[in-house]
Structure formats: structure tokens, C-alpha cells
Antibody
Framework: VQLVESGGGVVQPGGSLRLSCAAS????????MHWVRQLPGKGLEWVAS????????DYADSVKGRFTISRDSSKNTLSLQMNSLGAEDTGIYYC???????????????WGPGTLVAVSS | DIQMTQSPSSLSASVGDRVTITCQAS??????LNWYQQKPGKAPKLLMY???NLAIGVPSRFSGSGSATHFTLTISSLQPEDFATYYC??????????FGPGTIVDLK
């Protein structure tokens, strides 16, 4: 299993950024996927999840209405569209694979190395 | 939301020590509790799921117990590669999934 995030960088407050996660080594279309972030020097915060078929998404209250998780199983890619970014969104963003098949269990058995998002003027 | 707490927030231990970390949930989460290990500059790694099931490749010196609101992670004989931060995470309520604040295990 390999997960590799990309798309991080520096963005101004109020700006947008789109993160991607390239997945390989497993049947991507059978597993739910998640984004988890880690603010500087802090713990882990679950951000969003998407079901194996993309039909169901869930979000943390802190990002609801601003972030959109999606997947393209034809390209084995997970995405996170982030709008209206603020300083509180600065951190490392990890994509993670769900252990379960065909359901979302939130047992995160593989993680990417993460991509850094910095919101600063 | 289900709040997760951990104790201690940090501990110092020596190689060979038995180490126990406690995690508490704000309501009954049955056995829907996972543990992750994170080393500095690295992504978290799944250690254990549903309280006591070892993830692939995790050595048997790690064990977990508990149910409902009180859970423990035990390392029976601490090894040099075990110095890290440990997080518990509930997956009883999937929106939102919540993590504990972490326990840092460092060298005495």
C-alpha cells in the first residue's frame, strides 16, 4: 500500500487549495478514505471521510461548508478541496486508508507521509 | 462529539520497562477504540484496532484492553524503537471520529 499526498503549500488567508492523494497497492474502489490533519506541535484531528463509492461524505464541524472531500476511482485518487482557509487550518494533512471493505470503519490502517499547508499573509 | 482523554500526557521510561497508557471516552464506545504510534516527523501508524487486535507487523509486546469508557495500551518490555507518541481514537461515532491528545513516551 502506498499513499502519497500532494498539493500543499503556502496560501493567503481566505484562499483555496486542493490536496490530492495518489493511492496504490490496494483496490482503491473498495475502501473508504479519510483526511486527518495535525496542527503544528499538536495532536491529530480527523477532517473528513468518503465512502468506498463516494456516495457518503462526513466532515469535522471545523471544516464543514469550507472543505470538500472527493474521490476518483478511475485514477485511484483522493482529493480535498479547501476554501476560505484561515490560520487555524495550518498543519500537516494526511490521507489515510480505511481498513474495512465496503463500509467506513474509521480504522486507519495506512497513512501517507503528509503534505504541509501553511496559511499566512 | 465523543471526547477522548489520555493519561499520562507524557512519561519517561527505560528500555525493558513495562509501560501502560490509559485512554478514557466521554461515553460508552463499546470496543470501538484504536491506538496509533507516531514518531517525530513521521505519519501515524496503526498499532491496534478494536481494543486488542494487533495491526499487521506490530510486535506482541503491545497489548490492549478495556471496554465502554476505559481503555489501556500496555507495552510489556519497552524497546528503543517504542519511544514515540501514542494516540487513542474512537470509531464508535464516525462523525466526528475523535482522537485523544496523545501520550509522549520518552527515554528516562
Amino acid at each position: 500500500v502506498q499513499l502519497v499526498e500532494s498539493g500543499g503549500g503556502v496560501v493567503q488567508p481566505g484562499g483555496s487549495l486542493r490536496l490530492s492523494c495518489a493511492a496504490s497497492g490496494f483496490i482503491f474502489s473498495k475502501h473508504g478514505m479519510h483526511w486527518v490533519r495535525q496542527l503544528p506541535g499538536k495532536g491529530l484531528e480527523w477532517v473528513a471521510s468518503v465512502s468506498f463509492d463516494g456516495s457518503k461524505t462526513d466532515y469535522a464541524d471545523s471544516v464543514k461548508g469550507r472543505f470538500t472531500i472527493s474521490r476518483d476511482s478511475s485514477k485511484n485518487t483522493l482529493s480535498l478541496q479547501m476554501n476560505s482557509l484561515g490560520a487555524e487550518d495550518t498543519g500537516i494533512y494526511y490521507c489515510a486508508k480505511d481498513l474495512a471493505v465496503a463500509v467506513v470503519s474509521a480504522i486507519l490502517d495506512f497513512w501517507g507521509p503528509g503534505t504541509l499547508v501553511a496559511v499566512s499573509s | 462529539d465523543i471526547q477522548m482523554t489520555q493519561s499520562p500526557s507524557s512519561l519517561s521510561a527505560s528500555v525493558g520497562d513495562r509501560v501502560t497508557i490509559t485512554c478514557q471516552a466521554s461515553r460508552d464506545i463499546n470496543i470501538n477504540l484504536n491506538w496509533y504510534q507516531q514518531k517525530p516527523g513521521k505519519a501515524p501508524k496503526l498499532l491496534m484496532y478494536d481494543v486488542s487486535n494487533l495491526a499487521i507487523g506490530v510486535p506482541s509486546r503491545f497489548s490492549g484492553s478495556g471496554s465502554a469508557t476505559h481503555f489501556t495500551l500496555t507495552i510489556s518490555s519497552l524497546q528503543p524503537e517504542d519511544f514515540a507518541t501514542y494516540y487513542c481514537q474512537q470509531h464508535d461515532n464516525l462523525a466526528p471520529v475523535t482522537f485523544g491528545p496523545g501520550t509522549i513516551v520518552d527515554l528516562k
